[in-house]
């Protein structure tokens, strides 16, 4: 009877360590959900979970898989729009705006409109070898490989000292050329 009380000692502080030893799975944070859903290709409830992480975090990443899940969801209007606001916004305003609203122009078969904001991306570049790199690398993520050689070959005019003979190469593996 005397080490009765030691023994329920034992058996709480024994419960007490295998309680705290079990973890509760972190919650998840709302780019995470977001992603998780749209890889499962629930559309519907991505969309808004990435546009608050886009208008959160300010990172493209997000906003493109927005587009591409409106996209999906046939609501063109809604893509023209929400990129038509961040347009708007920026300023000097960003190439790849402009190439996400041609993908949007594309996707709706209006072929001769995505060709002129294509074009007008590839106008507007500033005249440094970064934004030239930038921009052709978001023609490459739509797709459009052919965009992405007329960026490369007028980033040639302006810098001839950079050829972008390893970025030119790179498109035409994509191109089969």
Same mark, same amino acid.
């Given at each position: ?9 034992? +058996? +709480?502080?024994?419960?007490?360590? +295998?309680?705290? %030893? %079990? ?8 780019? %995470?959900?977001? +992603?998780? =859903? ?15 992480? =886009? ?6 990443? /997000? ?7 409106l996209l ?5 209007? @809604?893509?023209?729009?929400? *990129?038509? &606001? ?18 949007? /122009?594309?996707? %709706?078969g209006k ?6 904001? /294509? ?5 507007? *570049? ?25 960026? =490369?070959? &007028?980033?040639? @005019?302006?810098?001839? @000292?950079?050829?972008?003979?390893? @970025? ?10």
């Open positions: 009877m005397k080490y009765l009380p030691i023994i329920f000692l034992l +058996v +709480v502080f024994g419960f007490k360590t +295998v309680l705290a %030893q %079990q973890t509760v799975p972190p919650k998840q944070t709302d780019a %995470q959900l977001a +992603v998780a =859903y749209y890889h499962a290709l629930d559309f519907e409830k991505a969309a808004p979970l990435l546009l608050a992480t =886009y208008k959160n975090s300010k990172n493209n990443y /997000y906003f493109r898989l927005y587009l591409n899940a999906e969801l046939k609501r063109y209007e @809604e893509a023209e729009d929400e *990129i038509s &606001k961040e347009i708007r916004k920026q300023r000097p305003a960003n190439p790849d705006l402009l190439i996400d609203l041609g993908w949007v /122009y594309d996707a %709706q072929n001769e409109e995505a060709k002129a904001k /294509y074009q007008e991306a590839i106008d507007m *570049i500033p005249a440094n070898k970064g934004n030239y790199i930038s921009t052709a690398n978001s023609f490459l993520q739509w797709g459009k490989y052919e965009y992405a050689e007329k960026t =490369y070959l &007028k980033g040639r @005019e302006f810098f001839p @000292e950079e050829p972008f003979n390893y @970025e030119l190469a790179r498109v035409y593996l994509y191109l089969r050329n």
